[in-house]
């Protein structure tokens, strides 16, 4: 297993680096403009590189019969996800038609994978908190296709600075990774495959970032993010408890600013630079920032959701207990408000 993930990885940051000259040849860079956090032309689209990593690893663990036909299906819708990014990094795709192949991978996955997983509900009984699994039937469908659709374009938002989107992917794939070992096999290999691609590209866009992820990459992350917590939630259902714990800093960051500029009756859908984490990098840095979100993620956020798996009786206490700082760093970080004009 081992060879298999220095191989993945190896693929990545040579392909990365392919990409890198492709995009400098093509001039696809990334210009600086009064939203962004970088200050020099930065090559994008690094992220082909990890789908195209992830994809040699799936055919061969597909070849080897260590998945099934249906995760080299989902692989497939994936491609479809990552392929309307790949032509926004390029040219401008109209945000309808992005919104429409988001809408309809998410579909396909729920149709493929007969609606969402059963949902842990801990509930008193006799004083104590016992577990209770609910089949959400129908109502299942809507529910996931629209955490999909949130966790695809969430990450997106969430990649604004070096390395960030790239250290939580991996973050995210070698901790679900820990919990499918003892769960099932075939899930193990997917979290492992996604980290090596994820890695190789890290390698590169670790501040200062060489090059950027763009929409090909964080689209289809964000996707298969959602999707690796939903397939986990199959196998043991507090696993959606655990992932949504793991996933707290980009889920709290991106909802908590959302909310807050619809509330404040901005206009919500336009390109913004007010998140709490892109807040911090312009005050720390981005490599501060980077180091923190691994701080919190490996000493507060991994434990809990340790904890909660050991304990489903304490689901949702334990994911409540996980977002309420980060509930506090974004209130303090400012974070959805409008940026006061200079004087």
């Known amino acids: 297993m081992l060879f298999y993930f220095v191989l993945v990885l190896l693929a990545s940051i040579i392909l ?8 400098l040849a093509r001039k696809v ?20 590189a990890i789908v195209l990593a992830f994809g040699f690893a799936m055919l061969l663990l597909g070849f080897r019969q260590l998945i099934d036909d ?41 149709l493929l994978l007969s609606g969402f997983p059963l949902l842990l509900l801990p ?58 070992y003892y769960l099932d096999g075939s899930l193990f290999y997917i979290c492992i495959s996604l980290a090596a691609a994820t890695g190789g590209f890290l390698a590169w866009n670790w501040p200062r970032a060489k090059i950027f ?16 917590i939903m397939l986990a939630a199959r196998q043991a259902a507090v696993l959606l408890y655990c992932g949504l714990i793991l996933f707290g800093i ?41 180091l923190a979100c691994w701080l919190i993620n490996v000493a507060w956020l991994l434990p809990l959701s340790f904890w909660v798996f050991t304990h489903p009786s304490h689901a949702l206490a334990g994911l409540l207990t996980a977002y309420l700082p980060l509930v506090y760093l974004a209130y303090r970080f400012k974070a959805g408000l409008a940026d006061r004009p200079a004087s």
Request: proline letters at 3%; glycine letters at 12%.
């Open 16 to 23: 990365t680096g392919v990409i890198r000259s492709y995009a």
């Open 29 to 48: 860079l990334d210009i600086p403009n009064q939203r962004s956090s970088h200050a020099a032309p930065t090559p994008r689209g690094g992220g082909l």
């Open 70 to 110: 249906r995760a080299l299906i989902l692989m497939g819708i994936s491609l479809c996800v990552a392929g309307i990014g790949f032509c926004d990094d390029h040219s401008h795709v109209p945000a309808r038609w992005r919104f429409l192949i988001h809408a309809l991978a998410a579909i396909s996955i729920l």
């Open 123 to 180: 509930s008193p009984l006799d004083g104590l908190m016992q577990r209770g699994l609910v089949d959400l039937a129908w109502l299942g469908y809507p529910l996931g296709i629209v955490g999909l659709v949130w966790f695809l374009n969430l990450f997106n938002f969430m990649d604004g600075i070096d390395g960030i989107a790239a250290s939580e992917s991996l973050f995210m794939c070698l901790a679900l990774a820990v919990y499918a």
């Open 213 to 228: 992820m763009g929409d090909v990459g964080s689209g289809f992350l964000g996707l298969w993010m959602g999707l690796l």
């Open 250 to 290: 980009f889920l709290v960051d991106a909802t908590y600013t959302l909310a807050v500029r619809i509330l404040s009756g901005q206009k919500w859908y336009e390109a913004h630079c007010s998140h709490a984490y892109q807040r911090a990098a312009k005050r720390f840095g981005h490599l501060r920032v980077l």
